[in-house]
């Protein structure tokens, strides 16, 4: 997509080509911009998420020091929602929580994008503040979270809501609360965890 706006508004004088590095929430990415050498250091950019903050402090042996790049935009912003699939019948964090417990320790299962990734990180932050041992089942990408929780192969996730869209407008998944300041208009009845009191 990148590629074709470039192309098509003549955004760059040399030709310009994509290298998708998928996995370890970005660290193959990561490592990628980091092992650059030359024009290709001097000519690369990463369109990447907060991972590119937030997986060089949870894997130091990346040996990725983030703040040696220069970012140059912001093109969208990473929110993240608490999703069941719909036949579950959970309808709010409540009655999540209640769920997750009558699951037992590790019997619920959660989807997210790579080990400690923002998801992983979410994850925990649910475990600790609602006392809860959900496990944590890491997938190479959101694409592939969402179609595992449509497809009941997950208990829930923490996603993207353009990374959920499709199942969420087939009426597959919800979101039952929203890890934003604010709520998200596109889904008015999932409320913040700020409204609910922890944030």
């Not at 050498?37 to 042996?61: C, E, W």
Request: charged share 20%; hydrophobic share 40%.
């Amino acid at each position: 997509l990148l590629q074709s706006v470039i192309d098509k508004h003549g955004l760059a004088s040399k030709p310009f080509v994509p290298v998708n590095k998928p996995g370890g929430s970005g660290a193959e990415a990561l490592v990628h911009l980091n092992n650059a050498k030359g024009l290709a250091k001097d000519h690369t950019i990463m369109v990447t998420l907060n991972s590119f903050y937030t997986t060089p402090m949870r894997q130091p042996n990346l040996k990725v020091d983030p703040l040696t790049f220069t970012p140059i935009a912001r093109m969208a912003e990473d929110t993240f929602c608490l999703w069941v699939n719909k036949s579950s019948g959970v309808n709010t964090v409540d009655e999540f929580v209640a769920a997750v417990k009558a699951k037992g320790d590790g019997g619920w299962l959660m989807g997210g994008t790579g080990k400690a990734s923002e998801d992983n990180l979410l994850t925990n932050f649910l475990n600790r503040t609602y006392d809860l041992k959900i496990k944590y089942i890491p997938f190479k990408g959101g694409g592939a979270v969402a179609k595992a929780l449509a497809g009941d192969n997950t208990h829930s996730s923490v996603n993207n809501p353009s990374e959920a869209l499709g199942f969420y407008e087939a009426g597959t998944v919800k979101p039952i609360a929203c890890f934003t300041p604010e709520r998200i208009a596109l889904f008015p009845d999932a409320p913040t965890f700020k409204e609910l009191g922890n944030d």
